[in-house]
């Protein structure tokens, strides 16, 4: 169960990452909802970093609009790992990432410093549907 995981990240010592086109603010709210002890603990000892959108709100607390900079989407999600090398994985060689799609485990390509990685985007749609689109961008 995630919760083992979770507590595994820690006893290792693993950074663990989370990209997602949605709201990022939704993905770390479920995780401290459901495992508030273990997310405590990760982001004490700098293990986890939730990257997506975000809602900004004006100063009666209403929701106007999005990120102020750039979107991030499905498509340009890997940018996210420019901004994570400088922010949070320099010190670490060994990472977990997680998406929501299949393309998003390439989020940690090209980096010097990573030993081992695990990567895992999950895919949303079924495998008819999959090998219709680009399927010369998966790994086998």
Known sequence: ?????LKGIIKHDIKFI?????????????LTRDFPNEVKQLKEQNLISVNGNYLTYDKDGFSNGYNKGKIITTWNKHEISLQLEQKFLYDKSHYIMIGDHIWDGHCLDGFSNIK???K??????TEK????RNSDNIEK
């Open 18 to 30: 989370v990209a997602t086109a949605g709201l990022k603010d939704t993905a770390e709210e479920l």
């Open 116 to 118: 081992q990685k695990f």
């Open 129 to 132: 549907e999959l090998n219709n």
């Open 120 to 125: 895992i985007g999950l895919c949303n749609i």
């Open 1 to 5: 169960n995630l919760r083992s995981f």
